[in-house]
């Protein structure tokens, strides 16, 4: 069984960063293609960034030049920095890992921007 755990989140301000981690149990981590996504009440879950096995990285066009995906395969972890951050990127931030045909999802961590 793979667990994720998401750590991180935080209540900041406006302009301020944050990084985002999520450990995940097992094995098989450097096989996964590993993503964040974020959710906020009434909405439907949105992708933020995915990195693939080979490192290749997509970023959805709203945290573009301010948001950046990483893994470390040693330490089976997935981080998200985050800067310039906005009170529109206040979410619930989901780190996920997905095979063919698997994908886990962590319990997830607040994100608050807010003066």
């Known amino acids: 069984q793979v667990q994720l755990v998401e750590s991180g989140g935080d209540l900041v301000q406006p302009g301020g960063s944050l990084r985002l981690s999520c450990a995940v149990s097992g094995s098989s981590f450097s096989f996964y293609v590993m993503g964040w996504y974020r959710q906020t009440p009434g909405k439907e879950r949105e992708l933020v960034a995915y990195?693939?096995?080979?490192?290749?990285?997509k970023y959805a066009d709203f945290v573009k030049g301010r948001f950046t995906i990483s893994r470390d395969n040693a330490k089976n972890t997935l981080y998200l920095q985050m800067n310039s951050l906005k009170p529109e990127d206040t979410a619930i931030y989901y780190c996920?890992?997905?095979?063919?045909?698997?994908?886990?999802w962590g319990q997830g961590t607040q994100v608050t921007v807010s003066s």
């Open positions: 996920n890992a997905a095979m063919t045909y698997s994908s886990y």
């Open positions: 990195i693939s096995r080979g490192s290749t990285i």
